[in-house]
Structures are given as C-alpha cells and as structure tokens.
C-alpha cells in the first residue's frame, strides 16, 4: 500500500485541529497516519475517538492494529550506510528511577516519538515503572469553585467530611478508601472539582487518562495499570484522578480485547488482596457513565456518585469576569450576563468571552483605536453561541429512562425533571 500524502495527513491533522469532537475526523486521520507507519502518532487520536464512542467497531480495529504494529524505525545516522538501522543500543535509556517522593525537573525530552507526557521512554517496549507517575501538591479548595455550592455540599457530605474525621471513622469503622464519580455534560467542571477535592484532603493528586497508559505491546497497558497503584500506594495519602473513564473503563462487552484487559487489571487493583489501598482515593470523571463497565461501581470502588451539572448563576458570573479580565471593556454587567446563559457550560461561557472580545478587536482595528467589550459586543455572541451541553441532556434522558431503575441516576433525573429548558 503507498503511503499517504503527508500533505492529505497536514491537512486533515488541520480539520481535526478545528473539530476536534468529530469521531469521523479522528478515525480518519489516525488511519492515515496508521498507513504512513506512525502507529505511534495515530494511537493518542484512535484512543479519543474510543473515549467518544467506546463500542465503536472502526475504532477497535484502528486501535489493535496500531496496538500490534512496531514502532517506526528512527532514521538512520548521516554518518551512516544508506538504508541502514540504529542499533538497540543506540535507543535512548530510560531516565533512572527517582528516589525523592518531591517530582524534579524533568530531564530534556528526547523526542517525542515513543514517549509518554511523564517522559519515559517506550521505545524498548517496557513498560512504565512505578516513579514514572508524578504526583502533584493540589493548591486549589473548593473555595476557589465559584458558585456550585449544592454540588460542594453534596461533596462534603458524601465524601470529605468522613475522610477528615479521623475520630468518626474510628467510631463508625469506615476505611480511607474507596471512590466517587463525577458525572455530567463536557465543560462543566468536574476535573476542577476533582482538585478542589484533592486540595481540601492535603493530599498529593495524580491525573490519569486512557493515552497515559496505553500501550502498544501486549500486557504492558496492564503491567501500566499496576505500577500506576503501586506509585500511589507510596504516596498515600492521595487521589488518583481518572479522567474520561468511560475510555478506560468502558463496559467489557463492548471494547476490544486490549481495553477489556485493561478494565480487568483496573478492577484487580481496585480489590486487591495482596497490597493495600488505604489512604489510596479514588476520583474518576465521565460524560458517559451509562458506557463504564458496571463492576466498577460496585462496593469499596467506585461506589459513589455525583452529578455536576452546567455551573449555576454566581458561577457563570465568575467565569464571565475571569474571561473578561484585563481586557478592556464597559458597560457590562456580568450578573445580568450571567442571567442571560443558563444552560451554558463552562466552556461556552468562555467561548461567549472570546467571541465578543474577537468582535471589539476586529472593530477596533477599523478604528485604528481600542474599542472596549461592551454590551453590543455581548448580543451579537449571544446571538451566536449556544449550548453545548444540548445535545449530551437528550442523551441523558434517553438513559435515565432505562438505567436509572436503581436510582443511581437519581440527581440527573430530578435536575431534568425541574430544570429541563436549556440553550439549544
């Protein structure tokens, strides 16, 4: 097969750039670049388009072939033959292992072909070790998420409030361990939350999503899986931080082999026998969590949730006046602003932001003078931008008529039922 144009590959790279929420888009450039040979380039986009839609069969396929392709050969030095391979010597070494329980600076990355964000190198088709995983102080509480206070309240008493009393927990027998999910439309807040969490508890805090641990040699997403545990078993206590667990914990039936495995060993962690996880807490976020495989909510797992919804009146009013700081602008009145986007997520609003800050530059690049964001500026976006979260709530009615009959959807069925209106 002759290998794509690199301009086809230039320009649908662009086209995913400009959409990224688009499946189609991803499957097609991750194949692109599957057929070029840079397997390792094509997984990160094959693994969000799984994440957007986990029982996609093009997607599976996609994935197992970049899973089971080799990486690409690295160019050969200029000194060289022609046509001939670097030696397995001449790979890069993986940095050696951190004593310090404090992150360092980095080494300076080599390049980016076969690394992973926590720069350990996988040309070698080892997997990551334990100190590859770098956890964070987290600086954020709670009382720096603006507005939300139901959804704070909901988190003291379900979650924080047991973990702080050491006394309570003695009394009643409850063990620091164990997990909540948070749940909702994009944009709405719920890795902030997550770190308010962390923030509140004084604990370390870890980010993890699917390209995080995914691997193309078999069984080493797995051994990622553990070493991902065994790091934060040193480090307790703290929060592990799942993000989009939909793509890592999509229900077994529905994803491929690589994926199911990598559920099976996450489930393994999470019950294990021979290591313990006290002081080891759990948080994961979704936009789907009717996708999650439901034995990652059973008890002493993911055993609690909580629905974040799109942010309430004083919280688009925060996030208005963030997006609006030191830019120039008057006339505007944020609470009323704030009135006016109901329905609107995070995201959105500053989109909202920028979009009538685009107008007021354009304008005032006619004027040859600065034009501040003012009102006008604020209608014509208004006009403009609208919900995202729509089309996530028809799906979320759609679900919660089949899978709440346990009442885990409970919260998301009583905020459709009294605020069901919302921008379209």
Known sequence: MASPDPRLITSMASAVAAAPDDPVL???LGELLLDSGDSQAAIPHLATALRQDPGSEPAQELMARA????PRPAPAAASGPSGSQPSPEAAPAPPPPSTARTPTDP???PPAEGRDRHGASQDDGAPLRPDDYEFTSSRVTLADVAGMQAVKDRLEAAFLAPMRNAELRRAFGKSLRGGLLLYGPPGCGKTFLARGVAGEMGADFLTVSLADVLDRYIGN???NIQSLFQRAREYSPC???LDELDAIGGRRNKVGPYLRNVVTQLLTELDSVAEDNEGVFLLAATNHPWDIDPALRRPGRLDRMLFVPPPDEPARAAI???GLRDRPAEGLNVTTLARRTEGLSGADLSHLCESAAERALLDSSRLGRVRPIDMSDFEHALAEVRASTGDWFEGARAAVAFANKDGSYQELAEY???RGGFRR
């Open 26 to 28: 991803r499957l097609h």
């Open 67 to 70: 899973l089971s392709s080799g």
């Open 107 to 109: 080494p300076p990355a």
């Open 221 to 223: 997403s797995e051994r």
């Open 239 to 241: 929060v592990v931080f």
């Open 320 to 322: 208005l006046a963030s």
């Open 416 to 418: 459709l039922r009294g």
